[in-house]
């Protein structure tokens, strides 16, 4: 069989990964997918940078989308980052001109995947992922692929390392007796380059809604919808949250959900208590996981690296590898044209367990007041945490709830806020029971 022949576009962390692995592996892809894969062109911003490996004989463009029209390219492989301008144009460019393409830009996909997926059909060709969601975990070809016999009823993940790794260093510190609190473990995480200097993307929730989009449309067969996804990031949470959880036999994780409902389906990125028992629970530092649960196969659970060249280029290479086997998937699992517009469920209808922090003044009847406030929105309590202070002084006081409504709980909280005895904005964490 002739040669596979790769353009790359973007030729940073990942891109310099892949043309190393390609380089690397060359005899034992061969092997695999019985022919050779050769890098052909390439394109980045500087082209004289010294990037400490050889592109070869590989035509260089300095206009990414003169590469998707090389004639001298079969796949492109898309690794410029960003949900618009220059990567929006070469994965458009690339599927017109015929070109299969692979990517690695969830924020691409989350915004446009839907249309790209219709453009590909429209023009014969595969869109290829999997680096887009977990990094070295195969989450994609696991439920496109080795599920596919299953429908699935929910996904939930661990999908920013970020957020994985502040939270484990604030959780270890108080196992040590010691208090770290989100500003001073963001500060070290950027020091040891696991967050970016501007780190809102990932710890504002945004990272990992932009995988949940992806893996809500390959999981329910409805077309990506980003803007349905409600996202909170982790900056609120404190080492007295960490405390209380680890006390309560939890531990907080920043967590992806997606989930069919009896009100349509949940999308939602925060910070959740899980059981400190339950598996998802047990993965830390930068690494990420993912839940899968399906009618037939019950529950399956991935984990592995979620980012980093290594990994991130190993799945671009496993995507490269399957089109040079003629593999033919669906971009989302099923025809574009059977994408099913599905409801998604409201914030404020979603029902479950609730932890609530409160600092209020150590009063008689302040109590009382709270579970008032909680009654009247039809919210019960299951347990309570509360250390003794002196009289008048401030106390922090921890509320676990039954399972309630969300917006029954909200409508309690801003209830709670007005009291003179509470002096600070109530804190609500999710409880999630997986």
């Known amino acids: 069989m002739t040669a596979l022949r790769v353009g790359i576009a973007g030729l940073g ?6 043309v190393k692995l390609l380089t690397a592996q060359r005899g034992l892809l061969e092997d695999r997918c019985g022919r050779f894969i050769e890098v052909t062109a390439v394109s980045a911003r500087n082209r004289g940078a010294d990037r400490g490996f050889d592109i070869g004989d590989a035509t260089w463009h300095d206009d990414p ?11 492109v492989c898309e690794l410029i980052g960003g949900s618009d301008g220059p990567a929006l144009a070469l994965c458009e460019a690339a599927i017109i001109a015929g070109k299969h393409l692979v990517t690695a830009n969830k924020a691409l996909l989350a915004m446009h995947g839907a249309r790209l997926a219709v ?3 429209e023009h014969g060709v595969e869109i290829r992922y999997e ?3 977990a990094g070295g975990i195969p989450i994609v070809k696991a439920m496109r692929e080795g599920l596919a016999g299953n429908r699935f009823t929910g996904v939930f993940g661990i999908l920013n390392g970020t957020c994985n790794y502040i939270l484990t260093e604030m959780h270890d510190a108080v196992l040590a007796g010691r208090t770290l609190e989100f500003e001073a473990v963001l ?24 995988k949940l989009a992806i893996l809500t449309s390959v999981a329910f067969g409805c077309p990506v919808n980003f803007e349905a996804i409600h996202i909170e990031g982790i900056r609120h949470i404190s080492a007295v949250d960490i405390e209380y959880a680890i006390e309560l036999g939890y531990r907080v994780k920043l967590l992806a959900i997606a989930r069919e409902t009896a009100t349509g389906i949940e999308q939602r990125v925060h910070p959740c208590m899980v059981p400190a028992r339950a598996p998802i629970a047990r ?24 980012a980093g060249e290594g990994a991130t280029s190993s799945a671009v290479a496993g995507d490269i590898i399957d089109i040079a086997r003629g593999q033919r998937t669906p971009t989302f699992g099923v025809p574009a044209a059977k994408l099913e517009r599905r409801p998604f469920a409201p914030m404020d209808r979603m029902v479950g367990p609730y932890c609530i922090r409160l600092m209020l003044l150590d009063e008689p009847g302040v109590i009382a007041d709270i579970a008032a406030c909680l009654r009247d929105q039809k919210v019960s309590v299951e347990s309570m945490l509360q250390r003794a202070r002196n009289p008048g002084d401030a106390v922090p006081v921890v509320l676990t709830t039954h399972e309630a409504e969300e917006g029954a709980l909200r409508r309690a909280l801003e209830a709670v806020d007005q009291l003179d005895a509470v002096l600070e904005t109530p804190r609500m964490i999710r409880i999630e029971t997986i």
Do not use: M, W
């Open 13 to 18: 962390t990942v891109g310099g990964g892949l």
């Open 131 to 133: 680096a887009a969601i």
């Open 65 to 75: 989308v003169a590469l998707a029209r090389d004639a001298n390219v079969d796949v």
């Open 187 to 210: 500060a070290e995480a950027q020091e040891l380059g696991y967050a970016e200097a501007e780190p809102s993307t990932d710890i504002d929730g945004f990272d990992a809604a932009h």
């Open 283 to 306: 993965v830390d530092g930068v690494n990420n996981a993912i839940e899968v649960q399906a009618d037939f196969v019950g529950t399956t659970i991935y984990e592995g690296p979620g």
């Open 119 to 121: 453009l590909a059909e």
